[in-house]
DNA sequence: GTCTATATTGAGATAGAC
DNA sequence: GTCTATCTCAATATAGAC
């Protein structure tokens, strides 16, 4: 488990192992049960020591959910920049979007729904304030995106590109409340399936008629 | 304001109307900070009384909680159930359940934002094991009208129909997080976006290629 | 139905020994 | 880096007067 220690140096690493294993188990309990209804002790439990010891490595509670959720955002945000950046076709720009968006149900699975779960609440407040700014970066990097493809004609134009990105975007995140990573489906097969959904419609014919909203 | 009170009858109403506006301000301050976040002392200063004064009308905070999820989970499933017995071509009546969800937008969003915020935390309680229940049948309900339009040939079948319920359910109930009564769209015209969009895609042409999976 | 006053518990956090 | 011991505060809830 030591594997990546270097013989000779004697420890003291950047970031210490100790520090990412105690965030890691943060976020499993804060996921299963919200940031407000997990105690320090708890934590501490997970990790085997007590709590009083949990701040030789954190400030306070608040800054250990501080830390999981920037770095779950600042690591997203950044493959979306470089996503869009790289260019393409829309749809295709799409797509990898959205394999981007559900990978994260694979790679960190708690960061992510300790997001989705407390970022209404968390967002006004000062400390986290820059939940707001990456969530309306993602915002504008995933509606361009729509708008490019409105305008070359690949996407309809008569739904609100915004509230189809709102659309995507809950509907993505939001699986992270049934996905299992032992489960039927890997992360990029829900991807897939969501894709020739969102893309082609789950009606067979022709259901234009949306019946009403004329 | 007292216009359902008759004359001549001095109160003492079956369900007092002062428990229905207190449980009222306290769905929206636990849809707004979470359940947890949520003190009884903010709920009785938006009531304009003491803390202690709630007791009268409540056994515990966490009976507030119960009676609101009871509420709009009762209604809600209730008229699922109606629509689904009703019956008709399944597109008419998945049409109908999509409509009927993201009216709840306008009907009772605070409980529903409740519902969605704190479901997965409280359903491991015994005392709120009826959400599980709830959602159970909820789930067989949208569930078999995918399931009957697949076999009536409606709907395609290359995509699990427990998932596309799941990506149904998710994205209408989220939107409770971005709806906002004074804002651009009502919820019967998002419902109708969300149909237009689930039904026959966001692309234009044939973009049957989902680019993976194979 | 509400207030006054308070009991009681459990939470986050700290200081200093080891 | 962890433990022992404890502080402090805030939260839910209660009892009884009005």
Redesign the interface.
């Known amino acids: 488990m030591s594997a990546s220690r270097q013989p000779g140096k004697t420890a003291t690493p950047l970031v210490s192992e100790r520090r990412e294993e105690i965030l890691a188990l943060a976020a499993k309990i804060f996921a299963?049960?919200?940031y407000?209804?997990t105690t320090v002790r708890e934590i501490a439990d997970a990790a085997g020591i007590l709590s009083g010891s949990l701040y030789h490595h954190f400030d306070s509670k608040e800054a250990m959910l501080d830390e999981i959720m920037h770095g779950f955002l600042d690591h997203i945000v950044a493959q979306y920049r470089a996503t869009v950046a790289a260019g393409g076709d829309p749809?295709?720009v799409l797509?990898a979007l959205i394999?981007e968006a559900f990978s994260s149900l694979g790679g960190n699975p708690a960061a992510l729904a300790v997001m989705i779960?407390e970022f209404?609440?968390l967002v006004q407040f000062p400390r986290f304030a820059y939940l707001r700014e990456g969530a309306e970066e993602t915002e504008r990097l995933w509606s361009g995106v729509i708008e490019e493809g409105m305008r070359t004609?690949?996407?309809?134009t008569?739904?609100?590109a915004r509230?189809?990105y709102?659309?995507m975007r809950?509907?993505i995140w939001?699986?992270v409340?049934?996905y299992r990573p032992d489960g039927?489906?890997s992360p990029?097969?829900?991807a897939?399936?969501?894709?020739?959904?969102?893309?082609?419609?789950?009606?067979?014919?022709?259901?234009?008629d949306?019946?009403?909203?004329t």
Chains 1, 2 share one sequence.
């Open positions: 299963d049960k919200g407000a209804s749809l295709d797509r394999r779960n209404n609440f004609g690949v996407f309809r008569d739904i609100d509230m189809i709102r659309f809950d509907t939001i699986s409340r049934w039927k489906y990029e097969e829900i897939d399936f969501y894709v020739a959904m969102l893309l082609d419609g789950l009606a067979t014919g022709g259901s234009t949306t019946g009403g909203a």
